[in-house]
């Protein structure tokens, strides 16, 4: 345990840490976008950044925010103007970004060998100066990901409706492409830059599992992707593993082991309204829909109802209730509540 009180070890998980949390935060707006290999393509422009930092002896961390973020408003001008789709945008920048990168990286002597470590992931070895710029550039993610949680999601759910209310659609999508460029290059040192699509989108699945809300989801895929990092490097300490990878594949075996009780979370939800809600008409001098009023006739309800009994059912609650005769019927063992 002494290991992990050692000042790299403590700088690995305060940087783990904060990219567990920014990651899938931008992640859940990706998804949304339904962009969940942009952070892929990001990462790819991002090896161009990093060879041109290297080459020119500058700081290949700043140069990667740079190019990222450029890759990324040139992702979303292809994209918005039509002159190809999302997928096409980030395939463009894909293949671009990491033939560039090779190119650059080839007329910087040993930069092949430095590249590896923003490729896959060196963690155990970010400087102290580094860890601060990855949480400043975390906490910058992070407030501008919930302060403008409204706008972000109603843009990255439905651009028409979005427009149609006000909001400046294009300056929200271009702020999610910037907001991804920026966790990317956060991210880097971390999981790599070939792996940081993966806790960006992993984290999200696992928590769309059990929550229903956008707000619920996001702050699930956040303390997923926060055990997941911490977790990963944690592993490493112990274990001669690559810290990048061990995070992924420990961010996968939370999926996996989490699959189970998300089926039957889903199926639970299901069983509540067991079949499509129906509009009926109401009946005069009845109750409205969902009034909580009702009365308990004590008779005994001869007819049994089910999905195929040919009463409408409209979930009331806890249960279900059934338009008979007029009245809505909920069976209650030998009586039924009428409302």
Request: glycine share 10%; proline share 6%; net charge negative.
């Amino acid at each position: 345990m002494s290991l992990l009180l050692e000042p790299f070890m403590l700088r690995a998980l305060l940087a783990a840490a904060v990219t567990g949390l920014a990651a899938p935060a931008v992640g859940t707006y990706l998804v949304q976008r339904r962009l969940s290999l942009m952070g892929d393509g990001i990462g790819h422009v991002c090896v161009t950044g990093v060879a041109l930092g290297l080459l020119t002896g500058t700081s290949p961390t700043l140069a990667a925010v740079i190019v990222a973020i450029l890759g990324a408003l040139l992702i979303e001008l292809i994209r918005s103007t039509g002159k190809a789709t999302g997928d096409v945008a980030l395939a463009l920048l894909f293949y671009g970004g990491i033939a560039g990168g090779l190119v650059l990286v080839s007329f910087a002597g040993n930069g092949v060998f430095a590249l590896q470590q923003y490729l896959f992931g060196s963690i155990t070895t970010i400087s102290p100066s580094a860890v601060a710029v990855s949480v400043a550039l975390a906490v910058v993610v992070l407030v501008l990901t919930f302060a403008l949680l409204p706008q972000l999601f109603s843009v990255a759910n439905d651009e028409d409706y979005a427009r149609t209310t006000g909001l400046s659609v294009r300056f929200y999508n271009v702020l999610i492409s910037v907001l991804a460029a920026v966790t990317v290059s956060v991210a880097m040192r971390t999981v790599g830059l070939l792996l940081v699509s993966a806790l960006m989108i992993i984290p999200v699945a696992t928590a769309q599992q059990f929550s229903r809300g956008f707000r619920t989801t996001m702050l699930g895929a956040m303390a997923a992707g926060l055990v997941a990092a911490v977790g990963g490097v944690g592993v490493t300490a112990f274990a001669n593993m690559p810290p990048g990878a061990t995070i992924v594949l420990v961010s996968l075996a939370g999926f996996a082991l989490t699959a189970p009780l998300g089926l039957v979370v889903q199926h639970r939800r299901r069983a509540l309204v067991p079949f499509p809600v129906q509009e009926v008409a109401p009946v005069p001098g009845s109750p409205l829909p969902g009034s909580s009023e009702h009365d308990e006739v004590d008779e005994p309800h001869r007819h049994e109802h089910g999905p195929r009994c040919g009463h409408p059912a409209i979930e009331h609650g806890d249960h279900v209730d059934y338009i008979h005769h007029g009245h809505r019927h909920a069976p209650h063992g030998e009586h039924y509540d009428e409302h």
